[in-house]
């Protein structure tokens, strides 16, 4: 099954589901900016900033699963950015526990958490809310298109 926004999509085509607007677009890269930023975070937090013992500690390893998402997001696939828009309330649950009750230099660590995990869940929300209304707008149009044919 190909990805209606996907680059082998025939780019001949009038329908507006086929090119990607740039809403659509920018959503995304904001969307893999905002992860890889996080990931960076969590693993320099853990490790040399701020790390709940020094020398650091396997907390770093909460970095991995935001990993898995990357290659989702980069080919746009829906069921990525739908699960990582549940699954990034995780870290920002940590994020505002450990800003809360953290000492200074973790505290700032973890507000930059909060606010990377509430750009990542809109980007990744606005996503997919944009690309359902593009497939709409292209099944209505192709709806429209094939009644307007005589037979």
Request: aromatic share 10%; hydrophobic share 55%.
């Amino acid at each position: 099954m190909t990805d209606a926004l996907s680059p082998r999509a025939p780019e001949n085509t009038s329908s507006p589901i086929n090119q990607p607007g740039t809403d659509v677009a920018a959503t995304r890269w904001l969307a893999v900016g905002c992860l890889l930023a996080l990931m960076v975070l969590c693993v320099a937090w853990e490790l040399w900033l701020a790390p709940v013992r020094p020398g650091g500690t396997l907390l770093f390893l909460k970095a991995l699963p935001l990993a898995f998402a990357v290659i989702g997001l980069l080919k746009r696939r829906m069921y990525t950015y739908r699960w990582m828009s549940l699954l990034v309330w995780l870290y920002f649950t940590e994020g505002v526990v450990r800003g809360w009750s953290d000492p200074a230099p973790s505290r700032w660590l973890a507000l930059m958490e909060v606010g990377l995990c509430v750009l990542l869940f809109i980007a990744c929300a606005a996503h997919v809310r944009l690309r359902q209304k593009a497939a709409k707008a292209a099944m209505a149009a192709a709806t429209a298109q094939s009644g307007a044919m005589p037979s």
